[in-house]
């Protein structure tokens, strides 16, 4: 069974500071990793997504995330902060392609950022 | 153009009645999916359709039926509403074989 953990339920930057947002994944089989972020009322939105190529993803907004195997781990990270990253970010793993293609979530992270 | 579009984004009703929500995408994908945020905001998928077919269902209670007509549209029905099933309802997208899914804007259900 995939299961991911996110570690913190709450994280609060200072705007300009480094931002990281930790994921630990769980999988039987190679993981397809995503991190998604949710902005107030809105839906979601995708970030990034390592899909077993380059293990340093590059996502929009500045944000990258490093596949590490030895860690299970795919932490998010942006150099970085601004104002306008305040909201909830979730990590996520799912089947490989052609599978169902369902995906399984983080408890999620508040990304709180004080000017 | 919106992506995926559910209706309505607000929903507001009684306990014991029933309710619908309807998803629509535009991005000619094949499979669909209807995922619920509980108040802690912690999302978990509920049911998913590819070509019409229902290959995910997850353990819904009897009450939610989830309908898809055709490949661009997957609605959800509830039953006999009660307080737990307030929370906020997403229909997703992507095409089987791909690793993105396309989420909607949600629908914030509230039953008192």
């Known amino acids: 069974a995939q299961s991911v953990t996110q570690l913190g339920s709450h994280v609060s930057v200072s705007e300009g500071a480094l931002v990281l947002l930790r994921c630990n994944y769980s999988s039987s089989v190679p993981p397809y990793l995503f991190w998604y972020v949710q902005y107030p009322n809105q839906g979601l939105q995708l970030l990034l997504k390592?899909?077993?190529?380059?293990?340093l993803v590059k996502g929009i907004n500045g944000f990258e995330a490093e596949f590490k195997k030895s860690e299970t781990s795919f932490h998010l990270t942006k150099p970085s902060a601004h104002m306008s990253d305040a909201a909830e970010y979730f990590c996520?793993?799912?089947?490989?392609?052609?599978?169902?293609?369902?995906?399984?979530f983080g408890q999620g992270t508040t990304l709180q950022v004080k000017p | 153009d919106t992506a995926v579009s559910q209706t309505p984004k607000y929903l507001v009703t009684q306990m014991g009645n029933d309710k619908s929500i309807k998803c629509e995408q535009n991005?000619?994908?094949?499979?669909m999916y209807w995922y619920k945020q509980d108040s802690k905001k912690f999302l978990k998928i509920m049911f998913s359709y590819n070509n019409k077919e229902l290959i995910i269902n997850e353990t819904v209670p009897n009450r939610f039926s989830p309908k898809s007509p055709d490949k661009a549209h997957l609605n959800l029905h509830i039953n006999s509403l009660e307080l737990g099933d307030s929370a906020v309802y997403f229909c997703?997208?992507?095409?089987?074989?791909?690793?993105?899914?396309?989420f909607g804007q949600g629908t914030r259900l509230t039953v008192v």
């Open positions: 991005l000619g994908h094949d499979t």
């Open positions: 996520a793993v799912s089947d490989p392609p052609g599978n169902t293609g369902k995906l399984i």
């Open positions: 997703a997208s992507s095409q089987r074989g791909s690793t993105e899914a396309f």
């Open positions: 390592y899909t077993s190529a380059a293990t």
